[in-house]
């Protein structure tokens, strides 16, 4: 009872949980019809020998390159120690090359839907800012939020006379999208509208992006979240000390760094399977 109730610490432990009542439950209720109807009695040691090899037949289905012991209990001492197999990836926010800058985007809403904010910042081929903003956008979802973000990075491109421009967002969703490799939804169709009719005026080019290669633009979404105001940044030091700081680090070529877990690599005792 105490391992049902145990909270999951992997897709394995977590299928594990899911499944083990009800493998119990049918060995000991074909125990019972066996006995019952056939006079065939089994050992409960049988049953759990049974349920175990059940149990391994199901976890190889789904994790291939999982190992288990074979003996019951070590088969749920092993299950315990698993752990996801993290994968680390620098990423870097590159320079644009001469004659072009650089806009990233970003917008988030928490809850989605829920209290949502933008932001975003102009940089030049020295990594220098050129101009930044942190907008507030009351309640709507985290795809609403990217798309006013873009929206509004795109206009201020345009009021400052900037014809070659580079969007990074961490949304793939809003780049497919503004690409023309997938239909805009309703909700948003209006605003992805008016983003094509702007950038027919110049030349844009949308990238889609790791979050962690859009630092920046983060943490002024969430600022203009959580301060509730639109706020246009037309020096680096009116910019927040944290936006500041990773400003810095990007401009001088520091990477960020990615992890993500792997869905069917594990490490069981920090060694791969």
């Not at 499944?19 to 049918?26: D, K, T, V, Y």
């Not at 019952?36 to 994790?63: A, G, K, P, T, Y």
């Not at 650089?102 to 102009?122: E, M, Y």
Request: hydrophobic share 40%; proline share 3%.
């Amino acid at each position: 009872m105490k391992w049902w109730l145990a909270k999951e610490r992997s897709l394995v432990h977590s299928m594990v949980l899911q499944c083990l009542p009800s493998l119990i439950c049918w060995e000991i209720w074909k125990n019972r019809c066996s006995a019952r109807f056939e006079d065939i009695h089994m050992s409960r040691w049988h049953i759990i020998q049974q349920v175990s090899n059940c149990l391994s037949l199901m976890l190889n289905c789904q994790f291939s390159s999982l190992t288990l012991p074979h003996v019951w209990l070590e088969k749920c001492r092993t299950i315990e120690k698993i752990q996801h197999s993290i994968h680390s990836q620098a990423v870097w926010w590159k320079k644009p090359d001469r004659g072009w800058v650089k806009l990233n985007v970003d917008g988030c809403s928490k809850g989605n839907p829920g209290s949502a904010g933008g932001g975003g910042i102009i940089r030049d081929q020295l990594g220098d800012m050129v101009k930044a903003f942190a907008e507030f956008y009351g309640h709507c979802s985290n795809n609403m939020a990217e798309a006013k973000a873009v929206l509004h990075g795109i206009k201020l491109c345009n009021s400052l006379g900037l014809q070659n421009v580079i969007v990074e967002t961490d949304s793939l969703l809003i780049v497919s999208i503004i690409n023309r490799r997938m239909k805009p939804p309703w909700r948003i169709k209006h605003i992805i509208e008016q983003i094509w009719e702007i950038t027919s005026l110049g030349n844009f080019n949308f990238v889609h992006t790791f979050r962690e290669g859009n630092y920046v633009a983060d943490q002024l979404a969430n600022l203009g979240k959580n301060t509730k105001e639109h706020i246009i940044f037309n020096e680096i030091v009116s910019l927040p000390r944290q936006v500041r700081a990773s400003l810095q680090l990007e401009q001088d070529g520091l990477p960020n760094f990615r992890f993500t877990t792997r869905r069917n690599q594990f490490t069981i005792n920090d060694v791969i399977t």
